[in-house]
């Protein structure tokens, strides 16, 4: 068994030790949680047999693994687990979410290998012995909460024969651990359902509501895109800022659908570009995103009882600056805060007028200047599109996506990425034909 520490892998060993115990059984367990416990690799070796004599070692050797049941797709790729698989015969149930290791908090553009990790599983193990499940994403959507995922992957293992002990077995072991019972047992029998019968499961997964278990689901089309930032920008300001949006959008849609048709790429590009111009999260939209209820839901889809929330924010009006960093220290303040915060989404419509008292700070009236610029970028690839500068266009398009952070940190990526934008316009301009009969 494979995962990250903290999520429970130790406890599904835990399980199947005790569910062995219950039937008489004997079982041996080895947990290596290397450096870090809570966040790092963790591999645990398990063997059961009829009686406990029957076991010489625990450790698993290379070739020897029936069943690799990987929580983590990370540590299941490595080569230390990749060898205990024996071709052919050895089972794999992999969860493929992605979690994120600690590098990513050092590289903004970090992104795991998780194409190259699937395809190394199976060439080991053979494309019919291996099981791919997005067990966190399921977990959220049919329970709320992402630590069902481990549970679920017990249940789908279960259900293929792998694990050598009864699901009655494995579901005393839930009862006797006293945690979260019911939804562990559910989880449980999720997983098996899934692995039994893959349609039915769909629809039972298919019938809970991702966006209340805050399941995120990517656009699939252009017109989703635009469709959907365009509700965003609506509740961001109003329906004439949604509009501003979508009018600029459709200049690109059409010029590219001229120039290039069936291509889309541009307009997607443009279409998250601008909606990341226009959407910046300033004082008004923390307070709505705070306010607006999907706030209040993840929290009681995860805690139960009285909670009282404390804030710790960085007033640009009231935050002293830190001598050491230069940068604005966090205060903290109680619960009144989140009544401010109602008042202050309420006063949305003053953003960018005369009354905006944030607006005149240099970074929001550099926010503002963003989207004009943007604006007018787009204006122009519309205005002098051709076949030939098309993936310069999408180039010079896209550069605003490292524009990250929030405050001092996005100054900093903005001030490099509007070098990088100038070199693309400049390639843009350059590119074969790209002069339009309008400019001639």
Known sequence: MTGVGGTGVVTIGALI?????????????????????????????????????????IRVAAGGADLVLGCDIVVAGGKKVLSAIRPGETEVVVNTYEQLPGDFTRDADFSLPTKRLQRAIRQRAGEKNVHMVDARNIALRLFADALLSNIFMLGFAHQLGRIPVSARSIEEAIRLNGQMVDKNIEAFRAGRLAAHDPKAFETLAGSADDSAQGVRRLS??????????????TGYQNAAYAQRFRDAVDKVRAAEAAVT????????????????????????????????????????????????MHFHMAPPLLARVDPNTGTPRKMEFGPWMMG???????????RGGAFDIFGRTEERREERRLIEDYEAMAGELAARLNAGNHGAAVAAASVIRSVRGFGHVKARNLAKARGDWDKAMDAFRAAPGARSQAAE
């Open 340 to 350: 401010a915060l109602k008042v202050l989404a309420g006063l949305r419509f003053l």
């Open 220 to 233: 699939e089309s252009l017109d989703e895109i635009i469709e959907r930032r365009s509700a965003f920008l």
């Open 17 to 57: 030790g005790m569910a062995a115990h219950i039937e008489g059984k004997g079982c041996g367990i080895i947990d290596m949680a290397g450096l870090a416990q809570k966040g790092g690799a963790v591999m645990s070796h398990l063997r059961v047999a009829q009686t406990p004599q029957d076991i010489a070692t």
């Open 261 to 308: 048709p069936g291509n889309t790429e541009l307009s997607e590009a443009v279409a998250r570009g601008l909606f990341k111009a226009m959407a910046y999260k300033d004082e008004y939209e923390v307070a709505r995103l705070f306010t607006d209820g999907s706030f209040a839901r993840q929290v009681a889809s995860q805690f139960d009882g009285d909670i009282t």
